[in-house]
């Protein structure tokens, strides 16, 4: 196995282009790709290569593995090469890191389940040499079965590779905070905010076990190798904290500082908090192209609570950017720079403008709404805007939605459906058989358990219907609204189905039926049950396939967020101010999403409703546009052009 590096990689695709020192702050290794793809395919292949090396040698590899999202597309590239490279598992071995408490295997929450379903259903391991927790054992014979676990992976030779996720505490696998490095395979009571990131998967946190079974830290740490994988803004902190902080019990992840060969594989979403991507400029030589001067200067500008403007040489030259004085002279001309460039970012007419030369107008717009609220959550006063402005504006709904809607409501539904026709005569054979399944279903429903699809369909034209009252608001007619309903979403539980072919020509075909200017989509990729991320590279693949169409050439892509984290000012490319009347207008809309108001089924980390962050984060970005010296708004909502890479 490689030794510890003493370099971070940042990657272009699966390939270092760029070594660099370590940072003074770094104690720990880790690589930086692009995109959370390239990072697990890269991590796939030198598993692969582990796996053919001992099979040539006869041996076996011995692999950790973990449930979760974090190693979704590492075992999907396995998969792939097991199919198409004929990579073989016949001498793989494997210990999965943990399972919840208590669990069947069949249980859709199990770790269990989600191994078989995507890695060991698949390729030719062989059953014996899986070995899972059992969630299924009775509590007095834990302790005795876990020390038999400990035995099983010292009698294989010990572990060769460890794949580990992390958790907002700083967990990895269930050893919640205080778990020492001596800590082995046991049975663990759950953090309370464990258990609220686990909830969009059982339904409610009120439905997460309490306990689980794990692997000690000190049995992760007796791993030859580990790669610990982390994707997304919403690792970021805790990224920062595990490779920057001290060795401390209380983030058990900072034990693998003490690790001969640990590695941390991150997306620059992950990294984004490291000081040597936050402010490089502090821990080594860069180079000063537009989006780093602006970095700099606005992270300046926020740090001495100064206007761009009013910044001096000496604040540049006190702060560590003295290499950018230098190179453009004066604090007054870099000053300039970038106050005018925020100054151009700033428009009331998000489409264009009437009667100006070479501009379409008005345009074809298509948003693309992941849920059926994000389009007004995330850039609600934008697409009242741009309707106000007399462009034909489309909205694309690419999910129904429907997990998302709570029992209460769905009974609620159907017991009017029967109502309503008992009043006016239409309570046929069909009509009452199909709304007493229905209610006598929901009364019987266990915690977790998948809806029959006659609720799933319910639960979607509650959600349809409260998405055209919201667009309605908004100035968006209803023959505009477009509910797409991928195929991917539509397993009635969070765990979705892989992007097909299906998912990609739906949206092709929307788009070359509308022939859209501009389209707008959602960049805001910390959702935490991923289908934002998802429905961005549905809708990136379909922008693919359509690339060489007349309408394509002329068409501008922009990436919204607001209802999971916010675009920082140094990215934002077209900032567009909202008047009070319509942040109010706003809220009206997102109001209109009733089945979400008040309490979401699948609210995340953050505790105040939807409008409540949308509100929140638009009046702080306009509140940071004034800090830096520009003029002062109620709020405002911040967009990023998508550049596909070369």
Not at 557 to 580: C, D, F, T
């Amino acid at each position: 196995m490689p030794e510890k590096m003493n370099q971070r990689n940042i990657m272009s695709g699966t390939d270092a282009i760029q070594l660099v020192p370590q940072s003074s702050k770094q104690k720990i290794a880790y690589r930086v790709y692009p995109e959370s793809t390239d990072a697990s395919a890269a991590i796939a292949r030198e598993i692969a290569d582990l796996i053919r090396a001992r099979a040539a040698d006869s041996r076996v590899a011995v692999l950790g593995l973990v449930a979760g999202s974090s190693p979704v597309n590492v075992y999907a590239e396995l998969v792939r090469l097991h199919r198409d490279e004929q990579l073989s598992f016949a001498n793989v071995v494997t210990f999965n890191l943990d399972e919840y408490y208590p669990m069947a295997p069949d249980c859709l929450q199990s770790h269990a389940r989600f191994m078989h379903e995507h890695l060991f259903d698949h390729v030719d391991i062989r059953p014996e040499n899986i070995h899972l927790p059992d969630g299924t054992q009775p509590v007095e014979s834990i302790s005795d079965n876990c020390r038999d676990y400990e035995r099983q992976m010292a009698d294989a030779g010990g572990v060769d590779i460890q794949l580990l996720g992390i958790g907002r505490t700083g967990h990895i696998g269930f050893n919640e905070p205080g778990s020492g490095t001596e800590s082995r395979t046991r049975m663990i009571t759950l953090d309370g905010m464990t258990r609220i990131d686990s909830a969009s998967h059982f339904f409610g946190v009120e439905n997460v076990p309490r306990r689980a079974i794990t692997m000690g830290v000190g049995t992760i740490l007796q791993a030859r190798k580990i790669f610990l994988l982390a994707f997304g803004e919403g690792k970021s902190s805790i990224i920062a904290r595990t490779i920057e902080g001290e060795l401390a019990p209380t983030v058990p992840a900072t034990s693998l500082q003490e690790h001969p060969d640990a590695e941390l594989i991150l997306d620059h979403a992950a990294a984004a908090k490291l000081a040597v991507i936050q402010s490089p400029w502090l821990v080594e030589h860069v180079t000063w192209d537009d989006t780093m001067v602006r970095r700099a200067v606005i992270d300046l500008s926020q740090k001495l609570q100064k206007p761009v403007l009013m910044l001096v040489d000496g604040d540049y030259n006190e702060n560590g950017l003295q290499d950018l004085l230098a190179e453009y002279g004066s604090a007054y001309e870099i000053n300039l720079r970038v106050f005018r460039h925020l100054q151009s970012t700033i428009t009331g007419w998000p489409a264009g403008k009437p009667n100006q030369p070479d501009v379409v107008f008005p345009k074809r717009i298509v948003l693309f709404s992941p849920h059926p609220d994000d389009d007004v959550i995330s850039m609600g006063g934008t697409l009242t805007r741009l309707a106000d402005q007399g462009h034909e504006v489309h909205v694309a709904y690419q999910t129904s939605g429907n997990i998302a809607v709570f029992d209460g409501d769905a009974i609620r539904f159907a017991k009017f459906a029967r109502e309503f026709c008992k009043e006016f005569g239409l309570l046929t054979p069909p009509v009452v058989d199909l709304t007493e399944r229905m209610i006598e279903f929901l009364k019987k429903k266990d915690a977790g358990e998948v809806d029959i699809p006659e609720m799933q369909r319910l639960k979607g034209l509650i959600r349809r219907g409260e998405a055209e009252e919201g667009a309605i608001v908004c100035g968006v007619p209803a023959e505009r609204l477009h509910f797409l309903e991928l195929p991917f979403y539509e397993t009635g539980v969070v765990r979705k189905k892989p992007i097909s072919d299906e998912d990609i020509q739906i949206t092709v075909q929307l788009l070359r039926e509308v022939k859209p200017h501009q389209i707008y989509a959602a960049g805001d990729l910390s959702d935490p049950h991923g289908t934002h991320r998802t429905c961005l590279d549905i809708l990136l693949a379909a922008v693919e396939r359509c690339r060489d169409d007349d309408w394509m050439k002329e068409c501008v892509v922009w990436l919204y967020r607001g209802a999971w984290q916010e675009w920082a000012p140094h990215e934002i490319e077209m900032a567009v101010p909202l008047s009070p009347q319509e942040v109010d207008r706003k809220r009206t809309a997102i109001f209109k999403h009733e089945s979400q108001k008040d309490r979401a089924l699948f609210p995340g980390a953050d505790a105040r409703e939807f409008w409540q962050r949308a509100e929140a984060r638009n009046a702080s970005t306009a509140r940071t546009y004034d800090q830096l010296g520009l003029a002062q708004y109620q709020a405002i909502e911040g967009f990023v052009q998508y550049k596909p890479r070369p």
